[in-house]
């Protein structure tokens, strides 16, 4: 079974400053994607970023960027120049190439300090 | 910009009773996708539609649950005699094609009483 961990339930950081959000995964796929999703309180869920397992190159969205490590099954997130507005919570999502059952993990509560 | 929608945004039942949901997917998208979440946990996938095509269910989708797209483009989410347990945030998504991008609504906040 895949399983996806996020081993931070709460960061904070200092707004302007960075802040990396760890998150590692369970499978014995090869060909899968990774998400990182974004809900603010009281709003819906939108996406961040996104990474093909089969891509080396990290993904990289404006502010926001990846660490992904495939043998070591790892999946961080970078966010730079933190803003007031990046407050949320972030989860990490996993679903097999040939497969919709997404799996999320815990989600990591993200504040930001002004 | 039109987005996924859900309806309703609130639902307080009693146990034992039944309810409905709605969600209406971005026009152009003919993957559907409804998931649970609880508080404090990550969403949970219950089930997937590909146009009216029911195909693929979650084990955490018991008999009480039934989904349906009957014309490929709305989908509506029952469950019949509800329990506390079912207290959750129903949420649905929609995709363009199978490895899309998963566009998420605001959800359905459902409590049991």
């Known amino acids: 079974a895949q399983t996806v961990t996020q081993s931070q339930p709460e960061m904070s950081v200092q707004e302007a400053e960075t802040v990396t959000l760890s998150c590692t995964y369970d499978?014995?796929?090869?060909?899968?994607?990774l998400f990182w999703y974004k809900q603010p309180p009281s709003r819906q869920m939108i996406l961040v970023i996104r990474q093909e397992a089969y891509k080396q190159q990290n993904a990289t969205e404006n502010r926001f960027s990846v660490n992904f490590q495939k043998a070591a099954k790892s999946f961080s997130l970078k966010i730079s120049d933190s803003q007031l507005g990046d407050a949320a919570m972030y989860f990490c999502a996993y679903r097999p190439y040939n497969n919709n059952d997404m799996r999320f993990g815990a989600g990591t509560r993200l504040t930001v300090k002004p | 910009d039109t987005g996924v929608s859900q309806d309703p945004r609130h639902k307080i039942t009693k146990r034992g009773q039944n309810v409905t949901f709605r969600c209406d997917p971005i026009s152009e998208h003919n993957r559907l996708y409804w998931y649970r979440q609880t508080l404090g946990q990550g969403p949970e996938f219950l089930t997937y539609f590909q146009n009216e095509a029911q195909l693929e269910k979650s084990r955490l989708l018991s008999d009480r649950f039934s989904a349906e797209r009957p014309k490929g483009s709305f989908s509506t989410l029952e469950i019949q005699r509800t329990e506390q347990g079912d207290s959750a945030m129903y949420l649905c998504?929609?995709?363009?094609?199978?490895?899309?991008?998963?566009?998420f609504g605001p959800g359905t906040r459902l409590t049991v009483l």
């Open positions: 499978t014995s796929e090869s060909d899968y994607y």
């Open positions: 998504a929609s995709s363009p094609f199978q490895v899309g991008t998963q566009y």
